[in-house]
């Protein structure tokens, strides 16, 4: 055999067959300014992170004008973000959505222009009443924001001042409504527990407690007064705390607690929250420990109204089990039982349509005007109480509640029935000592839905994409997405049901879960069923901003 032919041919061929050509490579350019000045931002980081491949990224620092450029980027979708003095922000971003660059033929990648927020901060001085500071005093900043769709009062952040009872609370949103609220302790404080052998006039006159204050100094959260930042701006602000005499709250009849019943005494934890403006609770200090004759205490606390929650766990481990909340007014020393705590529970099971085993599956409860949640875990047979379990055992707190599933992406509620509660508008409504008893239907047929965002018949990017059920037969989740650079948009976790599509232009910070914002966009929305018949992409005609 000749080989050196062999090798020729196989040449030849080579060279007569077609060399694919290279994918073709695009650029992603623009420029980074102040929101507020539109002034260009230097050396903020840019970051950029290919969609279907979250492993490939590539960043850069803007140069003294601003602006960016990545080069030899393949077609495809990328999450774009930038990051100034240590605060990072999606392009467009709202909530969790922001605007994808999309790259490919006929596409306008280069020209983006990324406009990032001028935050404002505050500087907070903490003083008690002869004008000395207020050293490691725990400062709570709470705001008003849209949630999930819901206009909620959000935790944002927690500090604590330093020894000149100072502190900044820095990377703060412009135009959000914030509230402060201060909790300390005088360092001179003392229980009245004491050490052996303790003088207890001199004790009891140094058990002292600073109230709950809010900003500007009221013990109200009613009365407290909001605090709006325009951008950039670092405003400067003091609070004065005044000491008054401790109270005491006592807690007996704890079950387990017998000296000769060792193998069946358990440990006792308390959770003590205040609740503070719109509604929304927050833990304060305190120390609690179960005294020589059986009962609990808590110390540390000012007078005032307080939620005080009671868990025990077993000295041989295993899950906590709550004992209960009360709520507790209290103006001087204060006793309670266990017995008289209200027994509100929530309880029930969980079934999947079809058969099958809830695996991991747990029920959530969640408080549109707060966004507290509790989660009640389904067991293997699917039965699940939001009693158990729950860390420091807080129980479910009167409130109206959403009824979703947590820890799926496959399954979603498809019905609910509720003995002991009214359940309507999607809302359970928990009353203080009821005992509620749901049952869920979880179905599967969660998918997506792929379309894309017009004006005019030319794609509009950032706009708000909206699914909103028609009925109850979708369940109580909205799917939302954000178009893209190109108009394109997915909206995921879509489950089968009738519901209105719409897209609203510059939609940040809509509170749409308010039927009253909500209703002017649905004359304009149009119906769609899903699963779909026929085409697989929709597309939605943006709607101005009202």
């Known amino acids: 055999m000749n080989l050196w032919w062999m090798g020729a041919a196989v040449a030849a061929m080579l060279a007569a067959a077609p060399v694919p ?29 290919e969609n279907d491949h979250p492993d490939r990224t590539a960043a850069l620092y803007t140069a003294a004008d601003g602006r960016f450029t990545f080069t030899d980027v393949p077609a495809g979708k990328f999450t774009m973000q930038a990051a100034v003095h240590g605060v990072e922000r999606l392009l467009d971003q709202d909530e969790g959505f922001s605007t994808g660059i999309v790259t490919g033929p006929g596409l306008d990648s280069e020209h983006v222009v990324f406009r990032f927020p001028a935050m404002a901060s505050i500087g907070l001085k903490i003083q008690d009443d002869q004008g000395e500071p207020v050293p490691n005093a725990q400062v709570f900043v709470f705001g008003e924001r849209v949630n ?35 909790s300390a302790r ?28 809010y900003y500007p100094n009221t013990q109200s959260a009613e009365a407290a007064a909001p605090i709006t930042l325009g951008p950039g701006e670092r405003a400067t602000l003091q609070m004065t705390l005044h000491a008054v005499p401790a109270v005491k709250i006592s807690i007996d009849g704890l079950p387990g607690t017998a000296e000769d019943q060792p193998e069946r005494r358990h440990m006792v934890r308390s959770f003590v929250e205040a609740v503070g403006p719109g509604g929304l609770r927050f833990m304060v200090n305190t120390f609690g420990y179960q005294a020589g004759d059986g009962d609990f205490e808590i110390h540390g606390l000012a007078p005032g109204s307080y939620l005080v929650s009671l868990s025990r766990f077993g000295m041989r481990g295993g899950m906590p089990q709550a004992l209960g909340t009360a709520r507790v007014n209290a103006s001087g020393d204060t006793r309670i039982s266990v017995n008289d705590l209200p027994k509100t529970s929530v309880s029930g099971k969980l079934t999947i349509e079809g058969g099958g085993t809830p695996n991991g599956l747990a029920v959530w409860l969640t408080e549109p005007a707060t966004g507290s949640t509790a989660m009640c875990r389904a067991a293997h047979d699917g039965a699940f109480d939001c009693r158990e379990g729950r860390g420091f055992g807080a129980v479910v707190e009167p409130a109206r509640y959403q009824i979703r599933l947590a820890n799926t992406n496959e399954y979603y ?80 976790n879509v489950h089968p049901g009738h519901y209105y599509l719409l897209a609203i232009d510059h939609g940040h910070n809509l509170a749409y879960r308010n039927p009253r914002v909500l209703a002017p966009y649905l004359a304009n929305a149009q119906k769609l069923d899903v699963p779909l018949l026929g085409a697989q992409r929709v597309s939605v005609n943006v ?4």
């Open 21 to 49: 050509s290279p994918a073709p490579k695009y650029t992603i350019s623009g420029v980074v300014v102040n929101e507020h000045t539109n002034q260009p931002i230097r050396r903020a980081l840019v970051t950029i992170m």
């Open 186 to 213: 005088p360092w001179y404080a003392q229980d009245r527990t004491g050490m052996p052998n303790a003088d207890q006039a001199e004790l009891a006159s140094l058990d002292v407690a600073y109230p709950l204050t």
């Open 543 to 546: 709607q101005p901003r009202q």
């Open 148 to 182: 999930n769709g819901w206009q909620q009062m959000n935790f944002i952040e927690q500090s604590t001042s330093d020894n000149e009872g100072e502190t900044r609370l820095a990377h703060l949103e412009p135009g959000t409504r914030y509230y402060l609220a201060v």
């Open 413 to 492: 509620v498809k019905s609910v029935s509720v003995q002991g509660a009214r359940y309507a508008g999607q809302l359970l409504d928990v009353r203080e000592g009821a005992s509620i008893t749901l049952a869920v239907v979880a179905a599967k047929g969660v998918g997506k839905l792929d379309g894309i965002a017009l004006r005019d018949g030319k794609p509009v990017p950032g706009a708000m994409v909206l699914l909103v059920p028609r009925d109850d037969s979708s369940g109580v989740d909205v799917p939302r997405d954000q178009s893209d650079s190109d108009g394109t948009f997915t909206l995921p």
